[in-house]
């Protein structure tokens, strides 16, 4: 991966890019692929930067410490950014996309029962017909949900956290 310093001409916003070759830059750039993620403006060219050197294999990544008392190394100053890349607003489209996926995934819960952290239990109790099916959702592990989906219970994960009915305002 190569790490580019990148600026948007018109405001002169400084963001970082990262490309799997410099030919990955210049063909998103030619298609009007990259943005500023603080303006939005596709005017986005590469910042002037200092260059990023590896070390080579057989060098040592600090020097060997002498025999005399070792002082403890002074933390590398982080140079500030104007503005950080996350705070910046999202790209309309991406609002767009955000709000589409909540109210989809509040049409969906409408039908479905909440069942908090005995979801895998009763998950499985509908699978193996120990409990009439009905629609859920709920807590469960990363986990706990491969083990479900290894033992053939569809199962999906959530695109936003579900807040529970006795916390919900």
């Known amino acids: 991966m ?8 018109g405001a002169r916003h400084r ?10 830059f210049v063909r998103q750039q030619q298609g009007g692929l990259l943005c500023c993620p603080q303006c939005g403006t596709g005017d986005v060219s590469k910042a002037l930067q200092a260059p990023r050197l590896a070390r080579k294999g057989n060098q040592r990544s600090d020097p060997v410490p002498s025999s005399r008392a070792v002082s403890k190394p002074e933390p590398h100053p982080v140079a500030p950014r104007e503005t950080p890349v996350a705070s910046a607003p999202l790209p309309p489209q991406a609002v767009e996309l955000i709000r589409k996926l909540a109210k989809m995934q509040s049409e969906a819960l409408k ?3 909440y069942v908090g952290k005995s979801f895998v239990d009763d998950a499985r109790a509908m699978h193996y017909g120990e409990r009439e099916a009905e629609v859920i959702h709920g807590e469960a592990s990363v986990e706990q ?18 807040v529970p009915p006795e916390q919900a305002n």
């Open 2 to 9: 190569i790490v580019y310093d990148l600026e948007c001409r």
């Open 15 to 24: 963001f970082e890019g990262w490309f799997k070759s410099s030919d990955d």
């Open 111 to 113: 039908d479905s029962r």
């Open 145 to 162: 949900a491969q083990e479900l989906i290894e033992e053939g219970i569809a199962v999906a994960p959530l695109p936003f956290a579900v």
